[in-house]
Each structure stands twice: as structure tokens, then as C-alpha cells.
């Protein structure tokens, strides 16, 4: 996925949340924004401020709102 990913491959990274268990972060390249979540155990629930996101890895997100299972890593694609 990586090597196919503009953005993973050569994207700045800018946190949108750090607690003990997970850490959401958004890649951004000028071709694509990827928003990625790491979680080692569960967690509370990650609201987030993109309405449209594409799953390209692990668990839908919905309504706003990131899965809180963990161990995981998922990966979005954000459009719009």
C-alpha cells in the first residue's frame, strides 16, 4: 500500500489524536489525503471532522466516529 500511495510514501503526517492505546493521524501529499488509525488495545472512540471517507484498510468508519477495537490499523481515503 505504501509504495502505491503518494501520500504514504512521501506525504507530510499531521496528528488529530494521541491517547495511550491509539493514534489517528492524516497523510497529505498534493494528490490524495489518507487518514490512518494504530490502535494496541481498545480504546475510547476517535470522533473525527471528515464526512467522506473511503476505506481502503480494516473497519468502515461511521458517522464520524473511528472503530475503538484494538489491536488494529486501519486506513481511510478522505474525499472532499
Not at 13 to 32: K, P, Q, T
Not at 58 to 76: C, K, M, Q, T
Request: proline share 5%; net charge negative.
Amino acid at each position: 500500500m505504501r509504495r502505491s500511495s503518494d501520500a504514504l510514501a512521501h506525504g507530510g503526517m499531521r496528528y488529530l489524536h494521541v491517547s495511550d492505546d491509539a493514534i489517528a493521524y492524516v497523510r497529505e501529499a498534493r494528490s490524495e489525503r489518507l487518514l490512518c488509525l494504530a490502535a494496541r488495545a481498545a480504546h475510547d472512540p476517535v470522533a473525527i471532522p471528515f464526512t467522506e471517507l473511503e476505506t481502503l484498510y480494516g473497519e468502515e468508519a461511521r458517522g464520524g466516529v473511528l472503530p475503538s477495537d484494538g489491536p488494529a490499523f486501519h486506513v481511510w481515503r478522505i474525499n472532499g
